[in-house]
T-cell receptor, first 114, second 114 residues
């Protein structure tokens, strides 16, 4: 099956610093990738749609200046959490679209801001 | 109208029993209904999916039943095993929507008792 990786799997950063999370589709090209965040025991909340070669589309309520998304190639999208604060601590998950509808998810990145 | 309602929130089933999770939707434009399985600390994995022109789809022990007129669909796990213990999310998507955005249900935490 299609494989999506994320790096790092776990990161701790200090409040006020920035952290970058990478999402890669390993065996297919993905024009579209999605970024989600998930709080404990809750569902996935879509943050933004990442399109290769164009600006990301953010969901309502998601600060685009805080969560910077770059879709540099057909196999790589990055999410940078800028000036992170403890309330940004969460599980961040990306997905990559294969074809027109099938989404394959990465293993997630746990961010802890101290 | 974009919501996908999922029940129950949690479910305990004896080993060998049938696990049933139900979902309902409002938007008749949805045309792709996937189910995802998520283990703690991992990203969701596509389990099985169905399109509205089919009333049932079976893959191994997993079956989706789809009732288009009632706008409901359900996941049945036959001969449930302890390894099936996970959180399950139903979802819905529109092929015609921007980049196949997926709407997730709230999730069901399934525990299979040995």
């Amino acid at each position: 099956g299609a494989v999506v990786s994320q790096h790092p799997s776990w990161v701790i950063c200090k409040s006020g610093t920035s952290v970058k999370i990478e999402c890669r589709s390993l065996d297919f090209q993905a024009t579209t990738m999605f970024w989600y965040r998930q709080f404990p025991k809750q569902s996935l909340m879509l943050m933004a749609t990442s399109n290769e070669g164009s600006k990301a589309t953010y969901e309502q309520g998601v600060e685009k200046d805080k969560f910077l998304i770059n879709h540099a190639s057909l196999t790589l999208s990055t999410l940078t959490v800028t000036s992170a604060h403890p309330e940004d601590s969460s599980f961040y998950i990306c997905s990559a679209v294969l074809g027109t509808t099938k989404q394959y998810f990465g293993p997630g990145t746990r961010l802890t801001v101290t | 109208q974009q919501q996908v309602k999922q029940s129950p929130q949690s479910l305990i089933v004896q080993k060998g029993g049938i696990s049933i999770i139900n979902c309902a939707y409002e938007n008749t434009a949805f045309d792709y209904f996937p189910w995802y399985q998520q283990f703690p600390g991992k990203g969701p994995a596509l389990l099985i999916a169905i399109r509205p022109d089919v009333s049932e789809k079976k893959e191994g022990r997993f079956t989706i039943s789809f009732n288009k007129s009632a706008k409901q669909f359900s996941l049945h796990i036959m001969d449930s095993q302890p390894g099936d213990s996970a959180t399950y999310f139903c979802a819905a998507s529109m092929k015609a929507s921007s980049a196949s955005k997926i709407i997730f249900g709230s999730g069901t935490r399934l525990s299979i008792r040995p």
